[in-house]
């Protein structure tokens, strides 16, 4: 297999100043996520696009008018997900860029080529 994680990383494509993850993370009880400590704020490396048409037909919110864009890390970025053993129960990770918070929808994990891609939905439309 080829890794191109360091493309992701590359000063020709990444953010230069990279770009801020928020992550909450606590327990499921009778069905509601109980959060243990607030979110916590993370800088990750990456690049950041516009999501395509392509990507918007992978998600249900892809008919949305709000804006959505994918970024691209070595690092982990999570949806909403159960407690394992890899990663404690989260909602879904936001991340900003650019002034606008980003809800993250759907990962895709591309570890086997170096790099994970996210599609964020803004959370703010207009």
């Known amino acids: 297999m080829i890794n191109v994680g360091r493309i ?3 000063r020709n494509f990444a953010q230069p100043k990279g770009f801020k993850v928020y992550r909450t993370t606590g327990e499921w009880v009778r069905g509601r996520f109980v959060t243990k400590t607030p979110e916590t704020p993370l800088l ?3 690049t950041v696009t516009v ?3 392509e990507d918007l037909e992978q998600v249900p919110e892809g008919d949305r008018v709000s ?4 970024f691209y890390s070595q690092q ?3 949806v909403t997900r159960a407690e394992d053993e ?4 989260g909602i879904s990770d ?3 860029w650019n002034g606008d918070r980003y809800r993250i929808v759907t990962v895709d994990p591309w570890q086997d ?3 994970i891609k996210a599609i964020g939905v803004r959370m703010a439309g207009d």
């Not at 804006?67 to 994918?70: E, I």
């Not at 890899?86 to 129960?89: I, K, M, Q, R, V």
Request: with cysteine; net charge negative.
């Open 113 to 115: 080529f170096g790099y």
């Open 44 to 46: 990750l490396q990456g």
């Open 86 to 89: 890899l990663s404690a129960a």
């Open 8 to 10: 992701v990383n590359s």
């Open 94 to 96: 936001e991340i900003v």
């Open 51 to 53: 999501a395509n048409s």
């Open 67 to 70: 804006g959505m864009m994918c």
């Open 76 to 78: 982990p970025i999570y």
